[in-house]
């Protein structure tokens, strides 16, 4: 079984930044691409940003080129380095594990809230 637990959101002004980390435990053998995805309220869940075990990465249009996503796999985390941010990044902010068979592990997620 995998967990992941996700700290570092919070309240910012917009213009400003946070780093979000995602740590995993467990079943770590099995994790191939790491990711966050957020949610606003009544909003569908919605892709951030994806990196595989390889480090290859991939954006949501909304967020390329003020985040940036990282991995450091001796530590089984994934980050989220979120800069210039905007009062529509606010969200709730859900760490994903995908395993090579596609399972899907979630954490409990990590608000962000962006004042204008």
């Known amino acids: 079984q995998l967990q992941l637990v996700e700290s570092g959101g919070g309240l910012v002004q917009a213009g400003g930044s946070l780093r979000l980390s995602c740590a995993a435990s467990?079943?770590?053998?099995?994790?191939?691409?790491m990711g966050w995805y957020r949610q606003a309220p009544g909003k569908q869940r919605e892709l951030v940003a994806t990196?595989?075990?390889?480090?290859?990465?991939n954006y949501g249009d909304s967020v390329k080129g003020r985040f940036t996503i990282s991995r450091d796999n001796a530590k089984n985390t994934v980050y989220l380095q979120m800069n210039s941010l905007k009062p529509e990044d606010t969200a709730v902010y859900y760490c994903?594990?995908?395993?090579?068979?596609?399972?899907?592990?979630w954490g409990q997620g990590t608000q962000v809230t962006v004042s204008s």
């Open positions: 990196i595989t075990s390889a480090g290859s990465t």
């Open positions: 467990g079943s770590i053998f099995s994790i191939n691409t």
């Open positions: 994903n594990a995908r395993s090579y068979q596609s399972y899907d592990t």
